[in-house]
């Protein structure tokens, strides 16, 4: 894949600049990257807290031809480029189920991908913020949040992390055209944070509790549940039974 970058200073939000684009006619590959978001955009309408001059805030548009349900496990495939970024940076990611990359118990990376059909086909917005150098954090994210600087305790060039990113990503996507998401599934079982781990899956209203198992190859993560049967989850926020 060709990737086209775009760099600006400041956006509201880099996938929200992508969705206004005409995206049938924009190119595969296109990639919004911000020095800053004004607003930027996590998951479950949070806010995706984005200051200047520190992490990597961007946004790609992929157009796989694929049927747009087979496009579902692309997020857990940006997920998977993430962590192996940063283990090509000598740092020790995790993939916490189903959107967060983890180091340290700590969130260092979000993904929120959303999807379009254009003519039948899936158009996916893919945006990924990754802490890169940022070493102080809000107090509501303090206990939580993580940076590459902190975890290793020295500075990283953002652009050389993004390039790296765009080398892994182009040759993931290219097996997953080819092979399907299943290629991945001995690098996910490794990285799964959530596996062994009892937790709480909140979908909406719904709550599921149980001993999280791998992650499929449809991208749904095995849930054992009290009863002792099994639930694969589509989506959901996972929340770690602590203590
Ligand atoms: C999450 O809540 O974990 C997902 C966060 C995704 C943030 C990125 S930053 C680049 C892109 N633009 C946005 O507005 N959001 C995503």
């Known amino acids: 894949m060709q990737f086209t970058r775009q760099h600006f200073d400041l956006l509201e939000s880099t996938s929200r600049h992508l969705a206004e684009l005409n995206l049938s006619e924009s190119p595969e590959g296109l990639c919004i990257v911000a020095d ?11 806010i995706w807290f984005s200051p200047p001059g520190e992490n990597l805030y ?16 692309l997020p857990l495939l940006a997920g998977i480029c993430v962590a192996q970024t940063l283990d090509s940076f000598g740092l020790t990611a995790q993939i916490k189920w189903p959107n967060d990359i983890w180091i340290g118990g700590r969130k260092v990376c979000g993904v929120l991908c959303e999807m379009q059909i254009i ?5 996916i917005i893919c945006g990924i913020g990754i802490n890169v150098n940022q070493r102080s954090f809000p107090p509501e994210l303090d206990s939580i949040a993580t940076s590459m600087n902190l975890c290793a305790e020295k500075s990283f060039d953002r652009e050389a992390v993004l390039n790296r990113f765009l080398d892994v990503l182009g040759i993931n996507y290219f097996l997953w055209l080819k092979s399907g998401f299943g290629l991945f599934a001995e690098f ?14 909140v979908q909406g209203n719904r ?37």
């Not at 961007?58 to 496990?73: D, Q, Y």
């Open 207 to 243: 709550e599921l509790s149980g001993a999280a198992g791998s992650i499929n190859p449809d991208g749904t993560l095995s849930l054992l549940l009290a009863d002792g049967t099994r639930a694969n989850i589509s989506s959901g926020e996972a929340h770690l039974k602590r203590g």
């Open 36 to 46: 800053a978001q004004s607003d930027g955009q996590g998951r479950q309408g949070r």
């Open 58 to 73: 961007f946004s790609i548009l992929l157009k796989p031809a694929v049927e747009p349900s087979l496009a579902v496990t």
């Open 188 to 201: 996910l079982d490794a990285h799964n944070a959530l596996r062994g781990k009892t937790i709480t899956v």
């Open 119 to 123: 003519d039948g086909m899936p158009a």
